[in-house]
């Protein structure tokens, strides 16, 4: 990650914030590594691979089990991911008697990809709450501006006289698209990773896939008949969700920003940035970071789609790829929707005014 996006940066207040940083965090990826294992441990006892006193031994171990991280985050160079020497030293940690229902089946991309889908269940809770926030806010400002007159604009320039609601209606509309689309995608990302070292399950026999569909139910997530290991068109598909989210909001970053202009003056704000040299100056500086968060987001899905060419069965160099680029996509979508709902509190007015 940019140092400069970082929410203790100096600049960072404008691209990210801690709460979506938490969800990224490597507690949080060590809590849903944790919790893999014990679901493992028990989906494996629900069919019958191993006895529940077996799993019931693993699941209480792996509870109290605390990693050495600064031992793990030594070896991911080594290993390219955390996961090897997490299984290590959780292996080291159980009984004797639990070792049997310690990861059997699984392998590193299970644990990673599962956690990124539990960790998306987070990330679209608070985006569906962020997009609502949006919406009631232009709807809001619409009851109160809607009928004030103000001059539409094509291709910059001033073409016929329309309402404050004509304009409200393009934020709007789009918005609550987003929001219709997003209950149907979860189900594609919410979904558990598991297929084992090659992808086909066949570590555990003819019980692959009930141990899967016992895995999937203990974590509340969906399952496929086969693991989805080199098929990502599912986080492909979400990443472009987030892109049109912040391409939407710095849409309408991007007129505010023209509104504001001296000389337009078609919406106030109650407060705004100031400048080191013209104290005269407001700059809409919320409204601008929508437009910088939407073409980043932008320039990020070459990347996603990048990532979805994976070679065989499994590529470190997709994998990796995503890991960089799927966290900083949400994070600028995230923000945004914090920054527009602020940005659209401080409006003060709307449509054509005297100077």
């Given at each position: 990650?940019?140092?400069?996006t970082?929410?203790?940066?100096?600049f960072?207040?404008l691209?990210s914030?801690?709460?979506?940083e938490?969800?990224?965090s490597?507690q949080?990826?060590?809590?849903?590594?944790?919790?893999?294992e014990?679901a493992?441990?028990?989906?494996?006892?629900?069919?019958?691979?191993?006895?529940?006193d077996?799993a019931?031994?693993?699941?209480t171990?792996?509870?109290?089990?605390?990693?050495?991280?600064a031992?793990?985050?030594?070896?991911?160079?080594?290993d390219g991911?955390?996961?090897p020497d997490f299984?290590r030293?959780?292996k080291?940690?159980?009984?004797?008697?639990?070792?049997?229902?310690i990861?059997?089946?699984a392998?590193?991309?299970?644990?990673?990809d599962?956690?990124?889908?539990?960790?998306l269940?987070?990330?679209?809770?608070?985006?569906?709450?962020?997009?609502v926030?949006?919406?009631?806010?232009?709807?809001?400002?619409?009851?109160?501006w809607?009928?004030?007159?103000?001059m539409?604009?094509?291709?910059?320039?001033?073409?016929?006289?329309i309402?404050?609601?004509?304009?409200?209606?393009t934020?709007?509309?789009?918005l609550?698209?987003?929001l219709a689309?997003?209950p149907?995608?979860?189900?594609?990302?919410?979904?558990?990773?598991?297929g084992?070292p090659?992808?086909?399950?066949?570590?555990l026999?003819?019980?692959?896939?009930?141990?899967a569909?016992?895995?999937?139910?203990?974590?509340?997530?969906?399952?496929?008949?086969r693991?989805?290991?080199v098929?990502?068109?599912n986080?492909?598909?979400?990443a472009?969700?987030l892109?049109?989210?912040?391409?939407?909001?710095g849409k309408?970053?991007?007129?505010l920003?023209?509104?504001?202009?001296?000389?337009?003056?078609?919406v106030?704000?109650?407060?705004g940035?100031t400048?080191?040299a013209?104290p005269?100056k407001?700059?809409?500086?919320l409204?601008?970071?929508?437009?910088?968060?939407?073409?980043?987001?932008?320039?990020?899905?070459s990347?996603?789609?990048?990532?979805?060419?994976?070679?065989?069965?499994?590529?470190?160099i997709?994998?990796?790829t995503?890991?960089?680029t799927?966290?900083a996509?949400v994070?600028?979508?995230?923000i945004?929707l914090?920054?527009?709902?602020s940005v659209?509190?401080?409006?003060?007015?709307?449509?054509?005014?005297p100077d």
């Amino acid at each position: 990650m940019n140092p400069l996006t970082r929410s203790d940066h100096l600049f960072g207040p404008l691209f990210s914030d801690a709460d979506t940083e938490d969800l990224w965090s490597t507690q949080r990826f060590i809590r849903e590594f944790t919790q893999f294992e014990s679901a493992l441990a028990g989906a494996l006892a629900d069919v019958g691979v191993v006895s529940r006193d077996v799993a019931d031994k693993a699941m209480t171990d792996i509870g109290t089990f605390s990693p050495d991280l600064a031992e793990i985050r030594k070896q991911v160079s080594v290993d390219g991911l955390p996961v090897p020497d997490f299984v290590r030293q959780l292996k080291a940690h159980v009984s004797a008697e639990a070792l049997p229902a310690i990861h059997k089946g699984a392998t590193s991309q299970d644990l990673i990809d599962t956690s990124v889908s539990l960790i998306l269940r987070d990330v679209s809770e608070r985006l569906t709450e962020g997009l609502v926030a949006v919406c009631l806010a232009l709807e809001a400002l619409d009851r109160q501006w809607g009928e004030t007159p103000m001059m539409g604009r094509t291709r910059m320039q001033a073409a016929l006289p329309i309402t404050v609601h004509d304009r409200l209606v393009t934020w709007l509309m789009p918005l609550q698209s987003h929001l219709a689309q997003l209950p149907k995608l979860r189900p594609r990302v919410e979904i558990l990773q598991f297929g084992g070292p090659v992808g086909n399950r066949a570590g555990l026999g003819n019980n692959g896939n009930a141990v899967a569909a016992a895995l999937a139910r203990r974590l509340n997530l969906a399952e496929e008949a086969r693991a989805w290991h080199v098929t990502r068109s599912n986080l492909g598909d979400y990443a472009n969700w987030l892109s049109s989210v912040t391409a939407s909001l710095g849409k309408m970053g991007q007129d505010l920003a023209l509104m504001a202009q001296q000389g337009v003056n078609e919406v106030r704000f109650s407060g705004g940035g100031t400048s080191s040299a013209m104290p005269h100056k407001l700059n809409p500086v919320l409204a601008e970071t929508l437009v910088s968060l939407a073409r980043f987001n932008a320039t990020q899905m070459s990347l996603i789609h990048g990532a979805m060419i994976h070679e065989q069965e499994r590529s470190g160099i997709a994998w990796t790829t995503e890991w960089m680029t799927l966290p900083a996509m949400v994070t600028a979508s995230t923000i945004a929707l914090k920054h527009a709902s602020s940005v659209l509190q401080n409006i003060e007015s709307l449509g054509s005014r005297p100077d």
